[in-house]
C-alpha cells in the first residue's frame, strides 16, 4: 500500500519586470492532508491559500507521482479498465477526478 506523506511543486516564470513564482507544498497527517499554495509576483507580498482534506475524502487520491507510475503499469498491460475515475488534486489545490 502507498501512501504520499509530502509533495513539492514549484514553478519559476521569468516573465519581466514581475517573475512569478509557484509553489504547492502537500504534507499528510493523522486527520488527512493540508495543501498550500503560494504565489509570488515580482517584490509583492506572497499570496498563500491553505486547504485541508479528511481521510475520507482522499480515500484512493492519486497524486502526480502515483499518475505517472499507473500510466506505466497501463501502457505496459496496453488496456485501461473501463470506469478507471480517482480522486486528485488540481492546480489551485482543490479536489476533483482524474479519469482514464
Known amino acids: 500500500q502507498l501512501e504520499t506523506l509530502e509533495q513539492e511543486e ?6 519581466r519586470p514581475h517573475p512569478t513564482e509557484k509553489s504547492t507544498h502537500m504534507v499528510s497527517h493523522q486527520h488527512g492532508m493540508t495543501v498550500t499554495k503560494t ?3 515580482g ?3 506572497p499570496q498563500r ?3 485541508s482534506y479528511s ?3 482522499l480515500r484512493g487520491l ?4 502515483a499518475s505517472l507510475l499507473l500510466l506505466r ?4 498491460r496496453h488496456t485501461v479498465p473501463p470506469g478507471l475515475i480517482f480522486p486528485a488534486i488540481d ?5 476533483c477526478t482524474s479519469s482514464y
Do not use: I, N
Not at 10 to 15: D, F, G, I, P, R
Not at 62 to 65: A, K, P, R, S, T
Open 10 to 15: 514549484q514553478e519559476c516564470l521569468e516573465l
Open 39 to 41: 504565489l509570488q509576483e
Open 43 to 45: 517584490e509583492a507580498e
Open 49 to 51: 491559500q491553505s486547504f
Open 55 to 57: 481521510h475520507a475524502e
Open 62 to 65: 492519486l497524486l502526480e507521482g
Open 73 to 76: 503499469v497501463l501502457a505496459r
Open 91 to 95: 492546480t489551485e489545490g482543490h479536489l
